[in-house]
């Protein structure tokens, strides 16, 4: 008799461009299982947003799954107490899951996971569904492996699956009760959360390639234009519903459809290198998982270490920090769930700059917020914006221009932050300077009615130059050169020469 096939699902919740469910079915009866491990949703940065975004889509799976005429076994508990479950049920099995580049405690439990399976001779397969190559030791050709990757065909959702007996016993929690589990986390409500689940995904795809996408480059910096032409794909690929690689292939099919469309081609070439950086990205925190909890760059740990608890980091942690701009993006990542780009690089480059706080704690409640929480781009990216890698050039968003560049017309400003939507545009984004003479006619007073605004302009300035400074040494830069060895990319061959792109694979290299 054949061996059960367990289909561990983690962030992956599909059925379509799923490897382990296609090669579970094609030898033998298939077990899917979640698992909702208490422990994982008690870290630090873990959130309601979350947990509902996973159970929209396990509700959506459970659907999928069932078309295949196979269940989804929803387990409350530990996984190695599951995998002993596993054992005694059924003797030995398989197990199948994707490779997964998640944070320090994901990590572990995988480790845990390993270990059991050596001594108890249970094989675990692990194909990658994302472009990340366990063991890297150089980023040399990295590139081409991720373009292979997505070019290869796709697993299509088996046909012929059969559900092994006896799974009732490893299913605890039923579909429609997931969303109100008590699991114990950060509950901060998000009215305005993107829904999970594949059908959202797949919907959301289909309006960005055929309309909202024509407009993305143009928006993407832009906080109101980029929630309506950003493709908003992050949640669904944090957590799975949606294939790094279907994604991929459909957008090279609507690239070569769009080539004589100048603001489509634009928009559309600007999209891929996103897709690219997305795995770039969580390839940093794969090679150097310590940047979870360290400061990357050896010279500048220690710096900005304050107590966690500094009213400045409360205030920039509420949208009260008296700079309009920061304080919109904040409220709107509290009540959406959701930011773009530049506006998320901004409210770190403000915390650890313009306030002086360690990247770490800004970092956690910001995750907390994103319901695209993906450790992997989270980390490097909060690392990079807060001047952490000691190799980037240090970019510090000034909250005022940014206000004037990407909020010209103050209506972000005003509908986050009502207090100031009475102010004439032009002191919409520095309140604390409205003329005393103006102050009686748009009754508004500086301080009472909005916080005034600590001095970020000489914080950021003083943070700058230390760090500039710490950089320098001889030791600072032989640990930048290996750091950029070791993590960068190295997309161009050294001759300086554009590679070639094969005729069909997606272009990563266009500007
Ligand atoms: C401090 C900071 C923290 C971030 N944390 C996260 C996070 O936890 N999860 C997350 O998905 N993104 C994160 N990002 C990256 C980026 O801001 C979001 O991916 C993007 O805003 C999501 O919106 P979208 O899906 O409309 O993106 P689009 O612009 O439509 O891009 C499509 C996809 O490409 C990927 N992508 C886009 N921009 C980036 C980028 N700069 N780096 C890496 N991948 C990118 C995402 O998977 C995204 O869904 C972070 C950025 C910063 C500055």
Redesign the pocket.
């Known amino acids: 008799m054949s061996r059960v096939q367990v289909v561990w699902f983690k962030r992956d919740l599909r059925v379509h461009d799923h490897a382990p469910l296609f090669h579970a079915a094609a030898v033998g009866p298939v077990l899917p299982v979640f698992a909702i491990e208490p422990e994982q949703w008690q870290t630090p940065d873990s959130a309601l947003r979350h947990w509902q975004f996973a159970a929209e889509s396990l509700c959506d799976l459970s659907q999928a799954l069932a078309t295949l005429h196979l269940p989804l076994c929803c387990w409350q508990g530990d996984v190695v107490t599951l995998l002993e479950a596993l054992k005694a049920r059924y003797g030995d099995f398989a197990l199948r899951s994707h490779q997964e580049t998640g944070n320090d405690w994901s990590f572990s439990r995988d480790q845990r996971v390993a270990a059991w399976c050596r001594q108890h001779g249970i094989s675990w397969h692990q194909p990658r569904q994302h472009g990340i190559v366990r063991g890297l030791q150089k980023r040399h050709r990295w590139e081409a492996q991720w373009e292979a990757l997505m070019a290869a065909p796709r697993y299509p959702a088996p046909q012929n699956a059969r559900a092994a007996n006896g799974w009732e016993a490893f299913h605890h929690v039923p579909s429609e009760q997931l969303a109100t589990l008590a699991l114990g986390v950060d509950q901060t409500p998000c009215p305005e959360r993107q829904l999970g689940g594949r059908r959202e995904g797949h919907a959301l795809w289909q309006s960005?390639i055929t309309r909202r996408g024509r407009r993305?480059r143009g928006s993407?910096s832009k906080p109101l234009l980029?929630w309506e032409f950003?493709?908003?794909?992050?949640?669904?690929?944090?957590w799975g519903t949606l294939s790094m690689r279907e994604i991929a292939q459909s957008l090279r099919r609507q690239r070569q459809k769009h080539t004589d469309n100048a603001q489509w081609a634009a928009s559309l070439r600007a999209?891929t290198s996103?897709?690219y950086?997305?795995c770039?990205?969580m390839q940093k925190l794969e090679s150097a998982p310590s940047m979870e909890h360290h400061t990357l760059h050896p010279a500048l740990r220690g710096l900005r270490e304050r107590d966690p608890k500094a009213p400045r980091l409360i205030a920039w942690q509420r949208g009260h920090t008296g700079v309009p701009l920061v304080d919109a993006c904040m409220r709107s990542l509290i009540a959406t769930g959701?930011?773009?780009?530049r506006m998320?690089?901004m409210?770190?480059s403000f915390a650890t700059f313009g306030l002086g706080l360690h990247w770490r704690e800004p970092?956690l409640h910001?995750?907390r917020l994103?319901t695209?929480?993906?450790?992997g781009?989270?980390y490097p990216?909060?690392q990079?914006?807060s001047g952490a890698t000691g190799t980037n050039a240090l970019r510090v968003y000034n909250p005022i221009k940014q206000a004037a560049d990407n909020d010209p017309d103050g209506a972000f400003v005003a509908r986050w932050v009502p207090e100031l939507a009475r102010l004439p545009l032009e002191w919409r984004s520095m309140p604390w300077a409205l003329p005393a003479s103006l102050r009686q006619r748009f009754d508004f007073s500086p301080g009472k009615d909005y916080p005034l605004p600590h001095d970020f302009d000489a914080e950021a300035r003083y943070w700058k130059s230390q760090l500039y400074q710490l950089r320098r040494s001889p030791q600072a830069r032989e640990a930048s050169q290996k750091l950029v060895s070791a993590l960068a990319s190295q997309r161009r061959p050294k001759t300086g020469k554009r590679q070639k792109t094969p005729p069909n694979q997606l272009s990563l290299f266009d500007k």
């Open positions: 960005f993305y993407l980029a950003g493709s908003r794909l992050s949640p669904h690929l944090a999209f996103r897709l950086w997305h770039h990205f959701w930011l773009n780009f998320r690089a409210l770190i970092a910001l995750a994103f695209d929480y993906e450790p781009i989270h990216q909060v990079m914006q």
